[in-house]
């Protein structure tokens, strides 16, 4: 079993940035590919950025350029650094783990976490 707790949500003004962290406990993340997803009020919960286990990373199109994810295995933590925030990123957002490979889907995702509130907003 994975345990996973989101934290660095919070209110930030449009153009601003927020640093979100994902702490792992139970098992090391060095067998599990990371991801994190963000669901907005009457939305699905939509894919966002997954590392692989060889640090390799993809996004979502409408945040490719903004967001950049990393892992720290020896911390046992995720990171995702956001900049240039619009009022569209607003949601909670989720830290997710699978086994190996990653994925876009959120089904694929074994463990979850509880979330954090990122509001954009002036």
């Known amino acids: 079993q994975v345990q996973l707790v989101e934290s660095g949500g919070g209110l930030v003004q449009p153009g601003g940035s927020l640093r979100l962290s994902c702490a792992a406990s139970g098992r090391t993340i060095s067998n599990y590919a990371m991801a994190w997803f963000r669901q907005a009020p009457g939305k699905e919960r939509e894919f966002v950025a997954a590392?692989?286990?060889?640090?390799?990373?993809r996004y979502a199109d409408s945040v490719k350029g903004r967001f950049t994810l990393s892992r720290d295995n020896a911390k046992n933590t995720v990171s995702l650094q956001m900049n240039s925030l619009k009022p569209e990123d607003t949601a909670v957002y989720y830290c997710?783990?699978?086994?190996?490979?990653?994925?876009?889907?959120?089904?694929?995702?074994?463990?979850w976490g509880q979330g954090t509130q990122v509001t954009v907003s002036s």
């Open positions: 590392v692989a286990l060889s640090a390799g990373t």
């Open positions: 997710a783990a699978r086994e190996r490979l990653t994925s876009r889907s959120r089904n694929d995702y074994n463990y």
